[in-house]
């Protein structure tokens, strides 16, 4: 009677360990299972084709701060993203290509196309939806823009001149969009210009140099607001 209860007593407990979570039915744990909707990062290589050296952004924070021929953009999250490239040399250019990460690795093809004098981006692992190419304004027609601002009298003469000048493609500098403001004589005229200057800015990361033409506490506080 003993050998039969200390037998069935010895079954059970195999039994019971067999069944605890994380094993199968013979005892080898149990393989776990991805989460499907766990995100995965990934890492974009942006390089030159010619050595070009350039600064990258992404989303508007800089990468980069010294010019390089190969930049790494690492923990990309699977979501769509801007990624801009500055070119110092030939010629400042700036480019802007939207991506949506797909792959472990998106790799990047940059280069300056001296026929086009444009800077050019090129995907070489994913389909991006579109590809926008973008300049920033160059110092001769920037001196140009502020002579014209500069002669006249009145602010809404002014802001009249300026939605010329942002009607094309052309970006501009920080720099250039502070000298831009400083032209205008009220603060009035400035607020208006500043909201219709971020939409054009090269490097929004330092837009705040431009809000220092403000003159008040509040329309400095519009402006802030305005951005985020």
């Not at 010629?91 to 001296?114: F, G, S, T």
């Not at 300026?162 to 400035?190: H, N, R, S, W």
Request: proline share 7%; aromatic share 10%; net charge neutral.
């Amino acid at each position: 009677m003993k050998k039969t209860l200390l037998t069935q007593f010895f079954c059970l407990l195999i039994i019971i360990g067999f069944a605890q979570p994380g094993h199968s039915s013979w005892g080898h744990p149990t393989p776990v299972q991805p989460n499907a909707n766990q995100p995965v990062s990934s890492s974009i290589v942006l390089s030159a084709r010619h050595g070009e050296a350039f600064i990258a952004y992404i989303d508007g924070d800089i990468v980069n701060r010294t010019p390089q021929s190969r930049v790494v953009i690492p923990n990309v999250t699977p979501e769509m993203h801007d990624i801009y490239v500055v070119l110092k040399r030939p010629a400042d250019k700036i480019c802007m290509m939207p991506l949506l990460p797909q792959r472990p690795q998106e790799e990047i093809a940059i280069e300056y196309n001296m026929q086009r004098h444009s800077l050019e981006m090129t995907c070489l692992t994913s389909t991006v939806p579109f590809q926008e190419f973008l300049e920033i304004c160059s110092p001769e027609d920037f001196r140009e823009m502020l002579a014209r601002l500069k002669k006249e009298s009145f602010d809404d003469n002014r802001m009249d001149y300026v939605k010329l000048f942002f009607k094309g493609p052309t970006l501009f500098t920080c720099q250039q969009i502070k000298a831009m403001g400083e032209t205008f004589t009220f603060d009035k005229g400035k607020v208006e210009f500043l909201k219709k200057a971020y939409e054009k800015c090269s490097d929004t990361q330092n837009f705040y140099q431009c809000i220092d033409i403000l003159t008040f506490s509040s329309d400095k506080k519009e402006i802030l607001n305005y951005i985020q």
